[in-house]
């Protein structure tokens, strides 16, 4: 009998706890929205509760405020990139030619960039707090260090510096290209998607020193 009893309190509070973590998620899910739209420095609390459909006293009930908010989704963001870019990364960096590297690496990078415009925004938006930019700092490192191993495969040749820094210089390229792709129509995506790859292979292809 007591058994019963404590299985049915136990019910009740499973189901609250389910329903507090779904609003948590919707509250992320709209304040991705927010941000990707109105950029970090000018969203706000009630502007990412009335998307969420939700009170500001609701939101108020899992975050402290825009930045709690911001931190949580990327740390969201960074368990996803970890999923995305795995797959991305795991390549045999040495075998590939340079061309067919890139796509194997850039294809699934820009894809989860163009799915999740909010992460874009956090990542570079430069209106962000010194807090959230290092909350930032691991999805930063996980692409430098996968790309650095990479580079360490394929040019065992080059000082671990030297390979660092072409890993660094090829990572704020992208960046640079990005905002392109971001903003290119799906007809205009495949053309900037090939300028922004052909311009880090004719880097890549020096800096490694690739024939």
Same mark, same amino acid.
């Given at each position: 009998? @007591?058994?019963? @009893?404590?299985?049915?309190? #136990?019910?009740?509070?499973?189901?609250?706890?389910?329903?507090?973590?779904?609003?948590?998620?919707?509250? +992320?899910? /709209?304040?991705?929205?927010?941000?990707?739209?109105?950029?970090?420095?000018?969203?706000?609390?009630?502007?990412?509760?009335?998307?969420?459909?939700?009170?500001?006293?609701? +939101?108020?009930?899992?975050?402290?405020?825009?930045?709690?908010?911001?931190? #949580?989704?990327? /740390?969201?963001?960074?368990?996803?990139?970890?999923? %995305?870019?795995?797959?991305?990364?795991?390549?045999?960096?040495?075998? !590939?030619?340079? %061309?067919?590297?890139?796509?194997?690496?850039?294809?699934?990078?820009?894809?989860?960039?163009?799915?999740?415009?909010?992460?874009? @925004? +956090? +990542?570079?938006?430069?209106?962000?707090?010194?807090?959230?930019?290092? /909350?930032?700092?691991?999805?930063?490192? !996980?692409?430098?260090?996968?790309?650095?191993?990479?580079?360490?495969?394929?040019?065992?040749?080059?000082?671990?510096?030297?390979?660092?820094?072409?890993?660094?210089? #090829?990572?704020?390229?992208?960046?640079?290209?990005?905002?392109?792709?971001?903003?290119?129509?799906?007809?205009?995506?495949?053309?900037?998607?090939?300028?922004?790859?052909?311009? !880090?292979?004719?880097?890549?292809?020096?800096?490694?020193?690739?024939?």
């Amino acid at each position: 009998m @007591t058994g019963d @009893t404590a299985s049915d309190t #136990a019910k009740p509070a499973r189901k609250r706890q389910a329903r507090g973590e779904k609003r948590m998620h919707e509250l +992320l899910d /709209a304040a991705a929205e927010v941000f990707a739209t109105h950029g970090y420095a000018k969203a706000s609390t009630n502007a990412i509760a009335a998307a969420a459909g939700a009170s500001p006293g609701t +939101l108020y009930q899992f975050f402290r405020g825009k930045q709690e908010i911001a931190e #949580a989704l990327m /740390a969201r963001y960074v368990a996803r990139l970890d999923a %995305a870019h795995g797959a991305a990364f795991v390549v045999d960096g040495a075998a !590939l030619p340079l %061309a067919d590297l890139l796509d194997r690496v850039l294809d699934p990078i820009i894809a989860f960039d163009r799915a999740n415009p909010g992460f874009h @925004t +956090l +990542l570079a938006d430069p209106g962000i707090t010194p807090e959230l930019a290092q /909350a930032k700092r691991p999805a930063q490192d !996980l692409i430098f260090q996968r790309l650095d191993g990479i580079f360490a495969d394929r040019a065992p040749h080059l000082p671990a510096d030297e390979r660092r820094l072409t890993a660094a210089v #090829a990572i704020h390229m992208f960046r640079g290209l990005l905002p392109m792709i971001m903003a290119a129509s799906e007809r205009e995506l495949p053309t900037v998607t090939r300028e922004a790859k052909q311009a !880090l292979h004719a880097y890549l292809a020096v800096a490694l020193k690739e024939s």
